[in-house]
């Protein structure tokens, strides 16, 4: 069992930053590929950035490529998301999830998922 709690959103303006952190609870995180999802009202949840069990291969989507950094800290069980460059586009409640893959992408190759944190970029 892993429970997730994702905190740092908020509202931004254009080409601003903001960094999601994501808490894990569990003795096994290390263990879990963890990555970010985002979903817009009326849209699908999409996947954002996704990192390996110990840190050294990570992957993005295109829309957030050179914009986004995912990083992890096993040691405090949490998992980062540096988001620079901000644009009204990426406005969507962010979401951490833990899978027990090798590399997942897919949002339902995650196992567990956090509450949610909500990210606003005002024009």
């Known amino acids: 069992q892993v429970l997730l709690v994702e905190s740092g959103g908020g509202l931004v303006q254009a080409g601003g930053s903001l960094r999601l952190s994501c808490a894990a609870s569990?003795?096994?995180?290390?263990?879990?590929?963890m990555g970010w999802f985002r979903q817009a009202p009326g849209r699908a949840r999409e996947f954002v950035a996704a990192?390996?069990?110990?840190?050294?291969?990570?992957y993005y989507a295109d829309s957030v490529k050179g914009r986004f950094t995912i990083s992890r800290d096993n040691a405090k069980n949490t998992v980062y998301l540096q988001m620079n460059s901000l644009e009204p586009e990426d406005t969507a409640v962010y979401y951490c999830?833990?899978?027990?893959?090798?590399?997942?992408?897919?949002?339902?190759?995650?196992?567990?998922w956090g509450q949610g944190t909500q990210v606003t970029v005002s024009s």
């Open positions: 569990g003795r096994t995180f290390s263990s879990y590929f």
């Open positions: 990192i390996s069990w110990s840190g050294p291969n990570t």
């Open positions: 999830g833990a899978s027990p893959g090798l590399m997942a992408t897919r949002h339902y190759e995650y196992r567990y």
